[in-house]
């Protein structure tokens, strides 16, 4: 219904939005209502490529490189606190893990190059 309110695009239309938007908008960033769908569903596809590229490169870390696993509880020496590794994501170019504290349950986030030197 809403898409009504926005012109049809023909083919050649079409590529040039979804061009423009590939060349203006940063993956993660809201995506406004007011923008034409077209556009609006070629940032959407590019959000989803910026996360599973994220999920490809955080897996790929933990298989390959990574000393610690899901579940694996690590002694962090300056907090004097033990954590469970509970999860795992790419976040600014670093690879960082989401620990539960075993003492108070609270979370707490460390990268995952810092666990693997403990």
């Not at 979804?18 to 590019?46: D, Q």
């Not at 955080?58 to 033990?82: C, Q, R």
Request: hydrophobic fraction near 35%; charge should be negative; charged fraction near 30%.
């Amino acid at each position: 219904m809403a898409n009504e309110l926005f012109r049809l695009l023909n083919a050649e239309d079409e590529k040039a939005y979804r061009i423009n938007a590939r060349e203006s908008y940063t993956p993660g960033n809201t995506i406004s209502s007011l923008w034409h769908p077209v556009f609006r569903h070629e940032c959407e596809k590019m959000n989803m490529e910026d996360v599973m590229r994220n999920h490809v490169k955080a897996n790929s870390y933990w298989h390959f490189k990574s000393e610690k696993h899901f579940g694996d509880v690590v002694h962090i020496p300056e907090e004097e606190i033990d954590v469970q590794v509970r999860n795992m994501y790419v976040q600014d170019d670093d690879v960082v893990c989401d620990c539960t504290d075993l003492s108070s349950g609270s979370i707490e986030t460390y990268t995952l190059d810092y666990l693997n030197s403990l």
